[in-house]
């Protein structure tokens, strides 16, 4: 189900949203990190991860971030 981006954006406004950051350290203790090739934050790196959805688990959310990124 889609939000219309009218209440997406007051809920933004109104509301804290939960976000997931990985950081992914090898045996060698570097650092796994991607680079954007994109606006709005192109040229920069940044971690893997993204928000959790409405009416979606913490558990979920770590589960589907991790396999999608």
Do not use: H
Request: charged share 25%; with cysteine; glycine share 4%.
């Amino acid at each position: 189900m889609m939000t219309p981006k009218e209440d997406y954006l007051n809920v933004i406004k109104n509301t804290q949203l939960i976000a997931l950051d990985f950081i992914i350290i090898n045996e060698k203790k570097q650092v796994l990190l991607g680079y954007r090739n994109n606006n709005p934050a192109k040229n920069t790196w940044f971690t893997f991860g993204s928000r959790i959805f409405k009416d979606e688990t913490f558990e979920e959310g770590c589960q589907r971030v991790s396999c999608n990124e």
